[in-house]
Structures are given as C-alpha cells and as structure tokens.
C-alpha cells in the first residue's frame, strides 16, 4: 500500500532574498562554500497533492518572480536551452513523477521551464538547470523517505513538531481550504510543507515563520485526505 507521504510532490524550489531562518548548530564543513548569489537562504515547498485537487490554493508567498541581473555573477542559462538537458537521460521522467504541474495550466515542460526563468537562474545552480531540477529531487526524496504522516487531523502546531522529531527542522505549515458545499463548512487542510535550508550544502534549518495561508494559530486543526 503506497504510504500517504509518497504523494507530496514539488510546488518550488526557490531563493529567499531575506533573512527567513533560525540557524541550528551545525557540525563546521570540510570545505568552505564560495557562492556567487546575494541572497540568504533556500525555501523548499513540498505541496500535499488531494489537498491540491480538493481545495483553493492561497498565494505561495511573497518569492523571488522575476531574475535580478545583479542577484548572481554566474552565466545565464536561459530557458530555451534548458529543454535539451530536461530531455536527456531520465530527468524528464523524474521531474514527471516529482515535480508535477498539479494546477495543469500548462503542460509539464512549460511548467518547469517558467520555474527555471523565476527561481533557478538567480541560484546556485544558475548555469547548471540540470543539477537545479536534480537537487530538487532529492531534497524530496530526502524528505519523503523519513517523514512518517498518517491521513488524521493535526493541530498546526502537531503537525510542525512532528516533521521537526524526524527532520530537526521546523517547517512552516501552509494551509488551504477545502471548497464548502451546501451541507458542509469549509475544512482547513495541509496544504504544503515549506522548508528552509542553508546555502551552500543544504542544511535544512528552522523556519521563522509557522504557519501560513489559512490557518491563523499554531492550535488550528488541519486535515489529511
């Protein structure tokens, strides 16, 4: 039986412009990383795909759109020569099964060649698209293969402690709202874990921010269909 957190999939792989995260303790790294973009940290949304289907998605949040030509000092890999690369060896199946457009405006390709051209050519990874999309990957996989959810309802503040046990970092809980019907209220439902990792080696750390969306307290009830 497919375990209920196999059915996260990627909303954003995105840079934060601005301090958003309480630094942990970390162990010093062998080597010092040397990076060419201005910004401080990463955000990694994971969306909690039959909430997606089910209910209406809030803002992701106030995020790096548009590439600032002075936000890194590495070659720009524009989107028109990212297609080559997506389609070679496995990385379009991956992405397919990982990286959906679960809105479905647009077809997967056009999907994650406009997150390209909005988060990845100002990161790390600007003049490498490949290891950009691959690096996503597996901060999902690193994510799904512990975090251990069950389909119950969680408080705000439940659900962030338990991701926090088997992560050791406090994620921010974005909730959405599943569309009221004429015998029912609207329902608050997770809608996506948000998690901040450090530049450089990807140290996941805390979130400053608990919650978002919907929910307005760490006591809010949230469900997961």
Not at 10 to 17: G, H
Not at 134 to 161: E, F, H, M, P
Request: positive net charge; charged residues 15%.
């Amino acid at each position: 039986m497919e375990h209920p957190i196999s059915r996260i999939a990627i909303v954003v792989f995105v840079l934060l412009s601005c301090l958003l995260v309480d630094s942990q303790p970390t162990q010093p790294s062998a080597t010092t990383f040397v990076s060419a973009t201005t910004f401080v940290s990463y955000s990694f949304a994971l969306t909690w795909s039959p909430s997606a289907c089910a209910s209406i998605i809030s803002n992701i949040g106030v995020l790096p759109y548009k590439v600032n030509p002075q936000c890194s000092t590495l070659p720009v890999v524009k989107s028109d020569a990212v297609v080559g690369p997506m389609l070679s060896g496995k990385l379009e199946q991956r992405l397919n099964g990982a990286w959906p457009n679960l809105k479905g405006a647009i077809w997967n390709k056009g999907f994650w060649l406009d997150e390209w051209a909005k988060h990845g050519l100002c990161s790390d990874y600007g003049d490498k698209p490949v290891d950009y999309f691959n690096t996503a990957i597996k901060l999902r996989k690193n994510v799904v293969s512990v975090l251990k959810l069950v389909r119950k309802a969680y408080t705000v503040d439940g659900i962030a402690n338990t991701v926090y046990t088997q992560l050791q970092g406090r994620p921010e809980i974005h909730c959405a709202t599943k569309r009221a019907s004429a015998s029912a209220s609207a329902q608050k439902l997770l809608g996506e874990l948000r998690f901040c990792y450090k530049k450089g080696h990807l140290t996941i750390q805390n979130c400053t921010r608990l919650y978002s969306g919907h929910c307005n307290s760490g006591r809010d009830s949230i469900t997961l269909l």
